[in-house]
């Protein structure tokens, strides 16, 4: 019993870590312009698919490595093709153009790698190789995945706190105006942060592929979850996304336990409407603040 | 004025009888099938164009009211009663007719509830979840309420997808004609196709003339102040929660009702009419037609829903409601024709008011 306990939780947490990054991939690029970007989760579905086709050809780190490259090449693209010349769109505008991405995207996606799923080998070992952590077995992958989402949080940390190029994100984020009188070009920031979010969303999509699988149409479905997790964690704040990842995960994890796994994502997307109803500035949000926004 | 407010209805009414007779005219009744389901689309299509392009609040999960429609429906009339015929609730029901006898392609009977009644359970079903998400819901804005609604069509078609008395992937099919007249039923049977393509479009011409009276009046001004300026609004003393809401429950109710006739129409429901893409697609065809033009969002469902239905599309069906939600957003946020239309509508008001 404690042992499925224990399996229950690795598995919850390893979920969580693909949300709590997808959640951070929101978080980025609302920080810096506001925007809630509807495509986040084709990032991690682009990024899978990428690396599975340069696998054919390429060695493991560097078909990472490229498909990450290409997924942030991508998210750059389409902040300069569609969102940048944009002269102070309203939000739904912003909502839907970004929803329209996610649809052409996706679309691509099913013309050029049809309906399969598809997946990266496991980065060491195999499917059925497992290390066994006091009677838990947990697959290497778990650990890779774990440790990737920790380290990428870490250097998110580092970048925006001691870079040159983090900070002026952040004053992007705290007063646009303020940070382009201070000479910081507001609009290459902007770009910047979607090639980081779509970066990410890549990195976090190829680490999850063995042990979750890509397909076409995954995005969507993440993308609610990132969210969630965003909002859980409270909007623009990406440490407490990581912690709120981790919850939803476990959360939707032992779900299965009360009803079935068909109905995991019907948990996941109520928290998210009561998170809505109940608490809109998140788990770590001060109330004093929530009574100031408007949601 | 009074006349000049419904002209354009009467205009559609005559376009209606002149598509079919066209269609009669030139041997392609075929056509008339998908302009048939085109009209139920367009229902919903007319429903969010009140709550978007008036009240100025977007839903992306109408598809799930429409399913709640449809799969009410669907259940009700295929489930099989007649083992509980002694129970006396079930055989006080078949007495007040809320239950009908069919005869299954066995030659078995089956006792399963009137579609009538499970019409009006439907309607009611809308009704109550609406009232029940709207009320939480409506509070947020932008994102936030995105979001929520997103999250209300993914869950009901998690649900469906997922509860086998749903059919599960497979939906239900082999669902009961409604009847309407004696002899005259929702169905899809070649016969009838002429009577449903009438009935369809009277449906949308009836809700149509209610739209522009809703609009023109004291509740369209209150919902164009909202979608303006919230905040004014509220202190101009307009209840502004109660008109969103119920105008939530409204465009509910009326995806509810295209879902109930067009399950029955097409004498099934499957889960893809649940799914978020065809959620996004009615905001594509409101995003089109203008936010806040219903003649232009009739319009445009006209010519998408019929495109797409024909087939015209091909497997780029998805992608282009996706190109023409981009396209429109970056280059004609006010859609394409929705403000030369106004204006030609206003010319002809003001024609028939000076001949008068």
């Given at each position: 019993?404690?042992?499925?306990?224990?399996?229950?939780?690795?598995?919850?947490?390893?979920?969580?870590t693909i949300y709590a990054i997808v959640g951070i991939g929101f978080n980025i690029i609302y920080n810096t312009t506001g925007i809630i970007n509807f495509a986040q989760g084709e990032f991690v579905?682009l990024g899978?698919?990428?690396?599975?086709?340069?696998?054919?050809?390429?060695?493991?780190?560097?078909?990472?490595?490229?498909?990450v490259?290409?997924t942030m090449l991508v998210g750059g693209?389409i902040e300069i093709?569609?969102i940048r010349?944009?002269?102070?769109?309203?939000?739904?505008?912003m909502?839907?153009?970004t929803?329209?991405i996610s649809?052409?995207?996706?679309?691509?996606?099913?013309?050029?790698?049809?309906?399969?799923?598809?997946?990266?080998?496991?980065?060491?070992?195999?499917?059925?190789?497992?290390?066994?952590?006091?009677?838990?077995?947990?697959?290497?992958?778990?650990?890779?995945?774990?440790?990737v989402c920790s380290v990428i949080v870490f250097l998110l940390n580092l970048f925006f706190k001691h870079t040159m190029l983090g900070r002026e994100m952040r004053a992007c984020a705290a007063?646009r105006?303020?940070a382009?009188?201070?000479?910081i070009?507001t609009d290459n920031m902007v770009t910047f942060s979607f090639v980081l979010s779509a970066g990410i969303g890549a990195l976090a999509g190829?680490?999850?592929?063995?042990?979750?699988?890509?397909?076409?149409?995954?995005?969507?479905?993440l993308a609610?979850k990132g969210f969630t997790v965003a909002i859980l964690g409270g909007l623009g704040n990406s440490m407490a996304a990581v912690?709120a990842g981790?919850?939803?995960?476990?959360?939707?994890?032992?779900?299965?336990?009360?009803?079935?796994?068909?109905?995991?994502?019907?948990?996941?997307?109520?928290?998210?409407?009561?998170?809505?109803?109940?608490?809109?500035?998140g788990?770590?949000?001060?109330?004093?603040?929530?009574?100031?926004?408007?949601? | 004025?009074?006349?000049?407010?419904?002209?354009?209805?009467?205009?559609?009414?005559?376009?209606?009888?002149?598509?079919?007779?066209?269609?009669?005219?030139?041997?392609?009744?075929?056509?008339?099938?998908?302009?048939?389901?085109?009209?139920?689309?367009?229902?919903?299509?007319?429903?969010?164009?009140?709550?978007?392009?008036?009240?100025?609040?977007?839903?992306?999960?109408?598809?799930?009211?429409?399913?709640?429609?449809?799969?009410?429906?669907?259940?009700?009339?295929?489930?099989?009663?007649?083992?509980?015929?002694?129970?006396?609730?079930?055989?006080?029901?078949?007495?007040?007719?809320?239950?009908?006898?069919?005869?299954?392609?066995?030659?078995?009977?089956?006792?399963?509830?009137?579609?009538?009644?499970?019409?009006?359970?439907?309607?009611?079903?809308?009704?109550?979840?609406?009232?029940?998400?709207?009320?939480?819901?409506?509070?947020?804005?932008?994102h936030?309420?995105?979001?929520?609604?997103?999250?209300?069509?993914?869950?009901?078609?998690?649900?469906?997808?997922?509860?086998?008395?749903?059919?599960?992937?497979?939906?239900?099919?082999?669902?009961?004609?409604?009847?309407?007249?004696?002899?005259?039923?929702?169905?899809?049977?070649?016969?009838?196709?002429?009577?449903?393509?009438?009935?369809?479009?009277?449906?949308?011409?009836?809700?149509?003339?209610?739209?522009?009276?809703?609009?023109?009046?004291?509740?369209?001004?209150?919902?164009?102040?909202?979608?303006?300026?919230?905040?004014?609004?509220?202190?101009?003393?307009?209840?502004?929660?109660?008109?969103?809401?119920?105008?939530?429950?409204?465009?509910?109710?009326?995806?509810?009702?295209?879902?109930?006739?067009?399950?029955?129409?097409?004498?099934?429901?499957?889960?893809?009419?649940?799914?978020?893409?065809?959620?996004?697609?009615?905001?594509?065809?409101?995003?089109?037609?203008?936010?806040?033009?219903?003649?232009?969002?009739?319009?445009?469902?006209?010519?998408?829903?019929?495109?797409?239905?024909?087939?015209?599309?091909?497997?780029?069906?998805?992608?282009?409601?996706?190109?023409?939600?981009?396209?429109?957003?970056?280059?004609?946020?006010?859609?394409?024709?929705?403000?030369?239309?106004?204006?030609?509508?206003?010319?002809?008001?003001?024609?028939?008011?000076?001949?008068?």
């Amino acid at each position: 019993m404690i042992e499925l306990f224990f399996q229950y939780l690795v598995a919850g947490l390893t979920y969580g870590t693909i949300y709590a990054i997808v959640g951070i991939g929101f978080n980025i690029i609302y920080n810096t312009t506001g925007i809630i970007n509807f495509a986040q989760g084709e990032f991690v579905m682009l990024g899978g698919m990428t690396a599975v086709t340069l696998h054919a050809f390429l060695p493991l780190p560097l078909a990472i490595g490229g498909a990450v490259l290409i997924t942030m090449l991508v998210g750059g693209l389409i902040e300069i093709a569609f969102i940048r010349w944009l002269v102070k769109p309203s939000v739904l505008r912003m909502i839907i153009i970004t929803i329209g991405i996610s649809i052409l995207i996706r679309e691509g996606a099913l013309a050029v790698w049809g309906e399969g799923v598809r997946s990266l080998p496991y980065f060491t070992g195999n499917e059925v190789s497992a290390l066994d952590l006091g009677g838990v077995r947990v697959s290497p992958q778990v650990l890779w995945a774990s440790s990737v989402c920790s380290v990428i949080v870490f250097l998110l940390n580092l970048f925006f706190k001691h870079t040159m190029l983090g900070r002026e994100m952040r004053a992007c984020a705290a007063n646009r105006e303020a940070a382009a009188l201070c000479g910081i070009p507001t609009d290459n920031m902007v770009t910047f942060s979607f090639v980081l979010s779509a970066g990410i969303g890549a990195l976090a999509g190829c680490v999850v592929s063995p042990i979750t699988y890509t397909q076409y149409n995954i995005g969507t479905g993440l993308a609610i979850k990132g969210f969630t997790v965003a909002i859980l964690g409270g909007l623009g704040n990406s440490m407490a996304a990581v912690i709120a990842g981790l919850i939803l995960g476990v959360l939707e994890s032992f779900s299965i336990w009360v009803l079935p796994t068909a109905y995991k994502d019907v948990i996941s997307i109520s928290i998210l409407l009561i998170m809505l109803f109940v608490r809109p500035n998140g788990l770590f949000g001060n109330r004093e603040v929530m009574r100031l926004k408007d949601f | 004025m009074k006349g000049s407010r419904y002209t354009p209805v009467l205009v559609l009414l005559a376009a209606v009888v002149a598509v079919q007779l066209l269609t009669f005219a030139t041997g392609k009744d075929y056509y008339l099938t998908q302009l048939t389901m085109t009209a139920y689309y367009s229902l919903i299509a007319l429903g969010l164009c009140l709550l978007m392009g008036f009240a100025g609040q977007i839903s992306l999960g109408h598809a799930g009211f429409f399913a709640i429609g449809g799969y009410t429906s669907a259940v009700l009339t295929t489930l099989d009663l007649s083992s509980l015929k002694d129970n006396s609730f079930v055989s006080g029901l078949a007495n007040l007719h809320v239950l009908a006898v069919r005869h299954d392609l066995y030659g078995g009977q089956t006792l399963s509830v009137h579609p009538w009644a499970a019409c009006a359970i439907a309607v009611a079903l809308a009704l109550g979840v609406s009232w029940a998400i709207g009320i939480p819901v409506l509070k947020l804005k932008g994102h936030y309420l995105a979001m929520a609604t997103l999250g209300f069509g993914t869950i009901i078609y998690s649900i469906v997808l997922a509860t086998q008395r749903f059919g599960a992937a497979d939906g239900i099919s082999s669902v009961p004609p409604f009847p309407l007249l004696p002899g005259l039923s929702v169905s899809g049977g070649a016969s009838l196709r002429v009577f449903n393509f009438y009935f369809a479009w009277l449906l949308v011409t009836v809700s149509m003339a209610l739209l522009v009276n809703l609009i023109q009046s004291r509740v369209g001004r209150a919902l164009r102040s909202i979608h303006g300026a919230e905040d004014a609004a509220n202190a101009m003393g307009v209840d502004t929660a109660r008109y969103k809401l119920s105008t939530f429950m409204l465009s509910a109710v009326l995806a509810a009702l295209a879902g109930v006739f067009l399950t029955h129409f097409n004498g099934g429901i499957g889960p893809s009419e649940a799914a978020i893409m065809k959620s996004v697609r009615y905001v594509a065809i409101v995003a089109v037609g203008g936010m806040g033009s219903l003649w232009g969002t009739l319009i445009m469902s006209v010519v998408l829903n019929f495109l797409s239905l024909r087939g015209y599309f091909g497997t780029f069906d998805d992608a282009v409601f996706g190109g023409i939600l981009i396209a429109i957003m970056l280059f004609a946020p006010d859609g394409i024709i929705g403000a030369d239309l106004r204006r030609i509508v206003k010319k002809l008001a003001r024609k028939s008011v000076s001949s008068r």
